[in-house]
């Protein structure tokens, strides 16, 4: 499993029976690319419900917190309600 699939999975697995879109972004940011991927993800889960957009967000870096940084280099979060 590559690097985008393994994270694909693991948004996944942390917002079960959620909409979990994952886009690889990486091409629109040449040069500095080796810093490592550009994501764009949108999450519909039925546990945002009662959050704030700040902690929803959270709920993201928390998931990705080894990731980002080392395979992330950027992300687009966007979260929804069902």
Not at 8 to 17: A, E, I, S
Not at 41 to 53: D, E, N, R, V
Not at 64 to 76: N, V, W
Request: proline content about 2%; some cysteine.
């Amino acid at each position: 499993m590559d690097t985008f699939e393994a994270i694909l999975q693991k948004l996944q697995d942390n917002f079960p029976g959620g909409d979990v879109t994952l886009e690889n972004t990486s091409s629109q940011h040449r040069g500095h690319n080796a810093c490592g991927l550009h994501l764009k993800t949108t999450i519909i889960y039925s546990g945002f419900a009662g959050k704030s957009t700040v902690d929803r967000h959270r709920m993201v870096h928390a998931v990705l917190k080894e990731e980002i940084g080392r395979e992330i280099h950027a992300i687009t979060i966007t979260t929804e309600i069902p």
